[in-house]
């Protein structure tokens, strides 16, 4: 699979080995390849690795990846692979999109940075939803998502330098927008989920967070609220949970006062939440 998503192209390679100890592909792009047949090397790429192995080494550094894990490579310089991966994506786009100087990004190339926490895992996991629903994007989202997609590249190599605190400020705030969505996914079953929490979680004030979210999913406590009654309504239409209380899926998602989330539910549906679930899922389960 390939497509652009803005300025970034994307592809996924998929490989099925006939055994388990099938011997690795290899790769190398050579400074000969280079000259002769790349008249725009002045690119990066990134190698994500989603299940399976892959080794990527530049400038004399390996980068032996684990799932989730990605490296970089700067295109106008040698590089080599080595694959036994049986799901990878990779990202190529023009070095001017990261916000980073080039000499310093070099240093990354053939350097395992890690998808499991931070910057890096906001980074993978992002990626990776983007590559699962690469047909559904018209050319004005993809641009959004591929300009999101390098400024958390760039928080990510940026950490791994140690330079974050340089980073454009719409750079910081996107990834840092990032990580407070990430968080509040995760504890949206929190009836004490608030903006208060969520600005100590992330070091910042309560007054900066809701500067973060202006114009956007009507301020953070708008984005909570929303988030869970979308988590409610798709709950809602799960015939395995079709026995359980209106009440109870809406506890399950926070919202733990009956008739204050049918006012919400309404409010956002056109219909209470026991109607919805009878007409829109044609079942007739508890209230």
């Given amino acids: 699979m390939v497509g652009d998503v803005g300025a970034v192209r994307v592809s996924e390679l998929r490989i099925a080995y006939p055994t388990a ?7 190398a792009r050579t400074s000969r390849l280079i000259r002769q047949s790349d008249p725009d090397p002045e ?18 550094r390996e980068a032996a990846l684990e799932p989730g894990d990605f490296a970089l ?21 023009p070095r001017a999109l990261l916000a980073l100087p080039h000499d310093e990004v070099a240093r990354l190339g053939g350097v395992r940075i890690s998808g499991r926490h931070g910057a890096g895992a906001l ?18 989202d993809g641009a959004r998502l591929g300009t999101t997609m390098v400024d958390l590249l760039t ?34 079953a929190d009836p004490a989920l608030s903006p208060a929490t969520i600005a100590g979680a992330h070091h910042v004030s309560v007054r900066y967070l809701y500067k973060l979210f202006e114009g956007r999913h009507r301020g953070v406590a708008g984005w909570i609220r929303e988030r869970r009654l979308e988590r409610s309504r798709r709950d ?52």
């Fill in 21 to 27: 100890s099938a011997d690795r592909c290899q790769a």
């Fill in 43 to 60: 690119r990066y790429r990134v190698d994500l690795l989603v299940r399976g192995q892959l080794v990527v080494e530049q400038a004399g």
């Fill in 73 to 93: 490579v700067d295109w106008s310089r040698p590089a080599r692979w080595a694959t036994a991966s049986e799901r990878s994506v990779s990202l190529m786009f």
């Fill in 123 to 140: 980074f993978s996991s992002f990626a990776r939803q983007v590559v699962a629903h690469l047909d559904d994007y018209g050319v004005a």
């Fill in 155 to 188: 928080a990510a190599l940026a950490a791994r330098l140690d330079r974050a605190g340089e980073l454009p400020a719409d750079t910081r705030q996107e990834a840092l927008r990032r990580r407070v969505h990430a968080f509040i996914e995760q504890r949206l």
């Fill in 236 to 287: 809602l239409l799960d015939p395995s949970l079709a026995a359980r209380p209106v009440s109870a899926i809406a506890a399950r998602w926070g919202l733990v006062d009956p008739a204050h989330f049918s006012r919400l539910f309404r409010a956002a549906y056109g219909v209470p939440p026991l109607e919805y679930r009878r007409t829109m899922g044609g079942a007739s389960g508890p209230g």
